[in-house]
């Protein structure tokens, strides 16, 4: 598929979609699988940041969800499938945080600012998942790996097209979408993986605004 813009430029968003991923369950009552992966998936991020995804078990898991071996597997069929849903929850979130973004501004300036802003205080409130992400999704089997990344090249299509629109309507060129996307929704991965910088030396506030002031510069708006 190709999106055309206003300077006849045009991006071929990724032919790649994300596929499903069925994580298998012998619980019939959806909402009850829901609750419980959600206590699962925050007691995972806990105890794979404190030992890491190799030493963790799913007994530790399970102490800090103070659900049983045998209740978690009642919802899940292996530790693997528990990383697989820690990764794909942030990957979802941050997508329906920043189309939540777009539906509640008007104007292309303004629903650029509200995109970029709204990408750097997702990474700030969820910094640890960020840096488990990148330090264990390659630990993921191949099929949910791929998902994954898919789920991510989905986000950044999503951006190609913010920016596709904003060039149309501003006339601001910004050179290849693609790579302008990829830089926009990486960048801000800085708050996470920088951390240990950042964080006795600024506010979350600051710290968000100014990286979202940045990029929104960086694309040529003032």
């Known amino acids: ?16 979609k994300p596929r499903a991923r069925t994580v298998q369950t012998n619980t019939r009552d959806e909402a009850l699988v829901q609750e419980r992966r959600d206590v699962l998936i925050r007691a995972a991020i806990k105890v794979f940041i404190e030992k890491g995804f190799h030493e963790a078990t799913v007994r530790d898991i399970g102490r800090a969800a103070d659900m049983t071996q045998g209740t978690i597997y009642n919802y899940v069929k292996s530790k693997d499938d528990i990383l697989y849903l820690v990764c794909d929850r942030i990957v979802t979130e ?5 189309k939540q973004a777009l539906e509640e501004t008007a104007g292309t300036q303004t629903q650029v600012f509200a995109a970029l802003r709204t990408v750097a205080r997702i990474m700030y409130e969820h910094q640890d998942e960020i840096v488990l992400i990148y330090q264990n ?3 993921l089997d191949k099929r949910s790996r791929n998902i994954i990344l898919a789920r991510v090249e989905e986000f950044i299509a999503m951006f190609e097209s913010i920016l596709a629109k904003a060039s149309e309507q501003t006339k601001i060129d910004f050179g290849n979408l ?4 990829n830089i926009v929704t990486f960048l801000p991965t800085m708050i996470a993986l920088r951390r240990w ?26």
């Open 1 to 16: 598929m190709k999106i055309e813009v206003s300077s006849n430029k045009t991006f071929n968003a990724p032919a790649r």
């Open 94 to 98: 941050y997508q329906l945080k920043v």
């Open 137 to 139: 999704s390659h630990l």
């Open 178 to 181: 693609n790579i302008a996307a």
């Open 197 to 222: 910088s950042l964080r006795d030396r600024t506010n979350p506030e600051e710290v968000i605004e100014a990286l979202s002031t940045f990029m929104a510069r960086g694309l040529g708006f003032s």
